[in-house]
């Protein structure tokens, strides 16, 4: 079995469950995550013994998102002085590997359940938007927050949300980057069901996912395949196009302001440039 350095994997009895792990940065997607995460699903797309697939997280939350100190790398060849077409063009594919990292969670053809405790922020809405259901625990918190760290989101919640939770809600989160809870959460469609807390959300994805790995496992993954069918290309649409925008746009006197207010725990100050 794979030693895996940003998840836990274990199989059981047709289902498979990987759990982020690093709870001492809140599971930050960092460089391991976004090389490990499509291995980890193509693994578990090809294996036969898999029938459905359980994703949550370790320690307090789910996910803070994108490891903004480890992978800053990634942005400094485009925030250099001279960003010119070599180092936009490393970025855009950098950018695109990692956008190929989620959608390996949706092209898995086991359904995959998310259940979702402590935070949901970011990559992590990302990462739940490529799920087929997702629960949560009473305390959980979600944020499309790329707005507020002078992003635009570029890895899945743009192009998947809108059929989830609908435009309206969806324009509401993508644009503010405001925070919700579970409650919303369930109201408007993000999540299917609300648990008590994190060990009745994690049980109620595993015993869907048992419910689920005892039908007929081809006729399962039909029934994905034909609902995907017209979305997928649209999707792949979408994040092609987010990858170019990006690579073009991201570059901004107010990412530098948000990196640095990262980096030193204060509030960014946007001025528009």
Request: glycine share 8%.
């Amino acid at each position: 079995m794979t030693e895996w350095q940003s998840c836990t994997l274990r199989i059981a009895d047709r289902v498979a469950e990987v759990t982020l792990t690093g709870p001492g940065k809140h599971n930050a997607m960092g460089p391991d995550f976004w090389r490990e995460l499509p291995q980890v699903f193509a693994q578990l797309d090809a294996d036969p013994e898999v029938h459905a697939v359980v994703v949550t997280g370790s320690g307090r939350n789910f996910s803070v998102g994108l490891d903004l100190r480890a992978m800053q790398p990634v942005f400094e060849a485009v925030l250099a002085d001279r960003s010119l077409a070599a180092q936009r063009n490393a970025f855009h594919t950098a950018l695109r590997r990692m956008q190929q990292a989620i959608t390996a969670v949706a092209d898995c053809r086991k359904p995959v359940i998310a259940a979702v405790h402590g935070v949901c922020i970011g990559g992590g809405i990302d990462l739940i938007a490529a799920a087929d259901i997702r629960y949560a625990s009473a305390d959980a918190k979600f944020s499309v927050r790329e707005v507020k760290v002078a992003i635009v989101a570029d890895v899945g919640s743009l192009q998947r949300l809108p059929a989830i939770i609908g435009e309206g809600h969806f324009r509401e989160l993508a644009y503010t980057g405001k925070e919700i809870d579970a409650a919303r959460a369930e109201k408007i469609g993000l999540v299917n069901d609300v648990l008590p807390d994190a060990v009745a959300a994690l049980r109620r994805a595993r015993a869907t996912a048992r419910e689920i790995a005892a039908n007929p496992p081809l006729v399962v993954q039909g029934v994905k395949e034909i609902a995907e069918h017209g979305r997928r290309e649209a999707v792949a649409s979408g994040l092609r196009y987010v990858a170019a925008w990006n690579s073009a746009f991201l570059p901004s006197e107010d990412l530098i302001e948000a990196l640095d207010a990262v980096a030193t725990g204060r509030e960014s100050r946007f001025i528009g440039r």
